[in-house]
């Protein structure tokens, strides 16, 4: 590590008020400006470079060993560093021993590489430092998300005119809500469907303000849950949590062969709750659009059908597959999402956004209402102030970089990347399914699946055994695919993500998840991640075999 490499050359650095003053810099002369310039390209092009010629995910050094290097504790009294060798030790330093998302050979996260100009938007909205909490630190901000929420609101529930027309600068709709992330979200929708059913009536506050003790009782309900397929996110546990429904309220219902929540199960769930002695309310149903896991989609229809009968909360997890209405091609495998009362969409996923930007929809304009919080000194009832319906405080202009990536991109540009990711992921499963050492487990819907190695001879073992053996041969089988999964991730060259998945009267199963959503992954980038693996196989896991 080059930490201290110049600091021979350099007079002693002080905390004093004339560096400060330095430190707060303007670009008011030429050479200021040179130098901030010269700062902003040892970034882009500093930080690209370097990027280009660490090909692979990541540089080979044990995490302990890291971890060292990060012990001490005290904040020292001086400056130790100057910009420039900040700047330069991030890039030569730290990026090595970061992850290489932008990698076309790391395919197994929902994080990846996202187009160069979004570094720039992203610096504008540092340099403006706007937050849009409240109108007066924010002023066209604050319409201009408005606007931007209409916009991916009509994209979703695809309202008339007029709708548009009267809710997208009406100081009391709220057509959504940015937050932080999926999780907060997750959590936002959830927090309205259980304002909206506890709602305030004669004698009772509302659960906000009351709490769920209280709401219980004006309610006359003993317990109340939210349900989900067993591929839900683990954010909407966590919301069980925090809003007092209790994470094992949150109940899972069993996928069917295709990976999408079983409607005979749900069904049966329901009915049980209905004969369940204590008295249950079914707080909202989730359909995901795009699960975490294997990328497949919830029969979205059917369920706000059983949600519209039983006026029950009906929201669709979307953030990974939200954007997947911007193509043409492929909106249909969401459709019936425009009959969501609430819609997750996480910018940073496949909007393609720097970290992070979570977005919550919801079709009726005034269900924020019930999470509406004023403060006197900002957030007067009436005003635009942003952050009245919204779980978030401070916050940054995200709308800004969502609005100008639309305007840069076009739905256009954004179907192209959604169709590339799809396509990617259908020629990937064509691939696997002709290697004989792999079985493809869950056929990509969108541009997710799910694979295993299942090497010839343990397949016949399985096929011809009985129950204890076939479960003998799944463990060996697991084992196998979770140390390929751990050699190739620790070789650094590619990256394809593992997890569990749960089959219903079965062993459960570790599989190799792949996520195609960088458009420089080609199939010939595919191929190669697979030989990598059938090599590991063959050498370090059944050498004998081969
Ligand atoms: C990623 C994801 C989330 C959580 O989003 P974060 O932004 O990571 O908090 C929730 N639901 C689904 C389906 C996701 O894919």
Same mark, same amino acid.
């Given at each position: 590590?080059s930490?201290d490499?110049?600091h021979t050359?350099?007079?002693?650095?002080v905390a004093?008020?004339?560096?400060?003053?330095?430190i707060?810099?303007r670009p008011?002369?030429?050479k200021?400006r040179?130098t901030l310039?010269?700062?902003?390209?040892q970034?882009?092009?500093g930080?690209?470079?370097f990027?280009?010629?660490?090909?692979g995910?990541?540089e080979?050094v044990?995490?302990?060993k890291?971890?060292?290097?990060?012990?001490?504790s005290?904040?020292s009294r001086?400056?130790s560093?100057?910009l420039?060798?900040v700047?330069s030790?991030?890039i030569?330093?730290?990026?090595?021993h970061?992850?290489?998302?932008?990698?076309?050979y790391?395919v197994?996260h929902?994080?990846?590489?996202?187009?160069f100009f979004?570094?720039?938007l992203q610096?504008?909205?540092?340099?403006?430092n706007?937050?849009?909490?409240k109108l007066?630190t924010s002023?066209v901000?604050?319409v201009?998300?408005k606007?931007v929420?209409?916009?991916i609101?009509?994209?979703?529930?695809d309202?008339?005119d007029?709708?548009?027309d009267?809710?997208i600068?009406?100081?009391?709709?709220?057509?959504?809500n940015?937050?932080?992330?999926?999780?907060?979200a997750n959590?936002?929708?959830?927090?309205?469907?259980?304002n909206?059913?506890f709602r305030?009536?004669?004698?009772?506050a509302?659960?906000?303000?009351e709490?769920?003790?209280?709401a219980f009782q004006?309610?006359?309900?003993?317990r109340?849950v939210?349900m989900?397929?067993?591929?839900?996110?683990?954010s909407?546990?966590?919301?069980?949590?925090?809003l %007092?429904?209790?994470?094992?309220?949150?109940?899972?219902i069993?996928?069917?062969?295709?990976?999408?929540?079983?409607?005979?199960h749900?069904?049966?769930a329901?009915?049980?709750?209905?004969?369940?002695?204590?008295?249950?309310?079914i707080?909202a149903?989730?359909?995901?659009a795009g699960?975490?896991?294997?990328?497949t989609?919830d029969?979205?229809p059917?369920?706000?059908?059983?949600?519209?009968?039983?006026d029950?909360?009906?929201?669709?997890?979307?953030?990974?597959?939200?954007?997947t209405?911007?193509?043409?091609n492929h909106?249909s495998?969401?459709? %019936?999402?425009n009959?969501?009362?609430?819609v997750?969409i996480d910018?940073?996923k496949?909007?393609y956004?720097?970290?992070?930007c979570?977005m919550?929809?919801?079709?009726?304009?005034c269900?924020?209402?019930?999470?509406?919080y004023?403060?006197?000194?900002?957030?007067r009832?009436?005003?635009?102030?942003? %952050?009245?319906?919204?779980?978030?405080g401070?916050r940054?202009?995200t709308?800004l970089?969502?609005r100008?990536?639309?305007n840069?991109?076009?739905?256009g540009?954004?179907?192209?990347?959604i169709d590339h %990711?799809i396509?990617?992921?259908?020629?990937?499963a064509?691939?696997?399914k002709?290697r004989?050492l792999f079985?493809?487990?869950?056929?990509?819907?969108?541009?997710?699946?799910?694979?295993?190695?299942?090497?010839?001879?343990m397949?016949?073992?399985w096929?011809d055994?009985d129950?204890?053996s076939?479960k003998?041969?799944?463990?060996?089988v697991n084992?196998?695919?979770?140390?390929v999964?751990?050699?190739?991730r620790?070789?650094g060259k590619?990256?394809?993500?593992?997890?569990?998945?749960?089959r219903?009267?079965?062993e459960?199963i570790?599989v190799l998840?792949?996520?195609l959503?960088n458009?420089m992954?080609t199939?010939?980038i595919l191929?190669?991640?697979?030989?990598?693996q059938?090599k590991?196989?063959?050498?370090?896991?059944?050498?004998?075999?081969s």
């Open positions: 590590m930490t490499r110049n050359v350099k007079t002693e650095l004093d008020w004339e560096t400060l003053q330095r707060f810099i008011e002369n030429e200021v040179a310039v010269k700062y902003m390209e970034i882009l092009f930080l690209h470079d990027l280009m010629q660490h090909v995910i990541t080979e044990s995490l302990k890291l971890a060292d290097q990060f012990r001490e005290r904040i001086h400056p560093k100057r420039a060798d700047i030790g991030l030569e330093d730290v990026a090595p970061a992850v290489n998302v932008a990698s076309p790391f197994g929902m994080t990846s590489a996202i187009p979004m570094v720039h610096t504008i909205v540092a340099a403006l706007q937050n849009v909490v007066e002023k901000v604050s201009l998300e606007q929420l209409a916009k609101h009509r994209v979703i529930f309202k008339p007029e709708f548009y009267e809710h600068q009406h100081p009391e709709s709220a057509l959504g940015f937050v932080e992330d999926g999780t907060l959590l936002t929708a959830l927090w309205v469907a259980r909206s059913f305030p009536k004669p004698g009772f509302g659960v906000e303000k709490g769920m003790a209280a004006a309610y006359e309900v003993e109340c939210v989900v397929s067993q591929l839900g996110h683990y909407l546990e966590k919301a069980g949590g925090v %007092g429904i209790g994470n094992r309220n949150v109940l899972s069993d996928v069917d062969s295709h990976s999408r929540m079983d409607m005979t749900l069904k049966s329901i009915r049980d709750i209905r004969k369940d002695p204590r008295k249950t309310k707080l149903i989730v359909g995901i699960t975490t896991e294997t990328g989609v029969p979205l059917e369920l706000a059908e059983i949600c519209a009968e039983d029950i909360h009906f929201h669709v997890d979307a953030a990974w597959g939200g954007p209405l911007l193509s043409e909106r495998l969401l459709s %019936g999402i009959l969501a009362d609430s997750t910018g940073h496949q909007f956004m720097p970290m992070t979570g919550v929809y919801f079709k009726d304009p269900l924020m209402d019930t999470v509406a004023y403060a006197n000194y900002i957030n009832p009436g005003s635009v102030d942003l %952050g009245i319906r919204s779980l978030v401070s940054a202009a709308s970089i969502l100008s990536a639309l840069i991109m076009g739905t540009g954004y179907a192209l990347l %990711g396509e990617m992921a259908q020629v990937l064509e691939e696997i002709r004989e079985q493809l487990v869950t056929p990509p819907e969108l541009n997710i699946l799910t694979y295993r190695i299942f090497p010839e001879g397949r016949r073992e096929a055994g129950a204890q076939r003998a041969v799944t463990q060996q084992q196998i695919n979770l140390t999964q751990r050699l190739q620790e070789a590619s990256f394809v993500s593992r997890t569990t998945l749960k219903r009267g079965c459960d570790v998840r792949a996520v959503m458009p992954t199939m010939d191929g190669e991640i697979l030989d990598e059938e590991i196989f063959h050498d370090q896991i059944a050498p004998d075999d």
